[in-house]
């Protein structure tokens, strides 16, 4: 599979603040994943309720849209999945706090805002609160989540051609940059 970035993605995509955020929220999510495992920490996974919406495929567009909203108790910590594509967020309830390679932000309701290329997001509901991703697909059932899920989300960094790990970075030497 080709992915074309927008211009500018191909210079910062592997920028060493956002490697070491990789690499970061993915020795977190695993930290977290150990802990809940163990039984340190309760999961609140059952606590975050998911639903699903869809519009029929629009035969002008080839595609149809679909919506996933999920609600995050307050006080809730929460580890997302890399995305493959730009796509739109909505916060019709509540306030969060973001982290992510760009940056820490604040989002509170409401609020409506796009995601980038790769992004995987580290999430604090500071509040109960109710956020909305829409993707466009070619699918358009709820039967077809799994489908919906390899179109929209990557499994990995690596199959989106973006470093997870610091030491995958190029080393700077006298003679210029080495592998």
Known sequence: ???TYGKGFEVAKNAPVKVKFRETVLAAQNEMQTMIDSGM???ALEDCTLKHY???KDE???CSTYAREI???KGSFVIGKIHRHQHLNFISKGKVKVF???GEKYFEAPCTFISEVGLKRAVYAEEDTL???VHLTEFEKE???DKIENEVISPSYDEMGLLASTANLPKLTAQGVSA
């Open 1 to 3: 599979m080709q992915v």
């Open 41 to 43: 920490v309760e999961s």
């Open 54 to 56: 869809f519009t029929p």
């Open 60 to 62: 002008k567009y080839g």
């Open 71 to 73: 609600f995050l108790p």
């Open 100 to 102: 992510t390679e760009f």
């Open 131 to 133: 956020w909305t991703t």
């Open 143 to 145: 039967s077809d989540l």
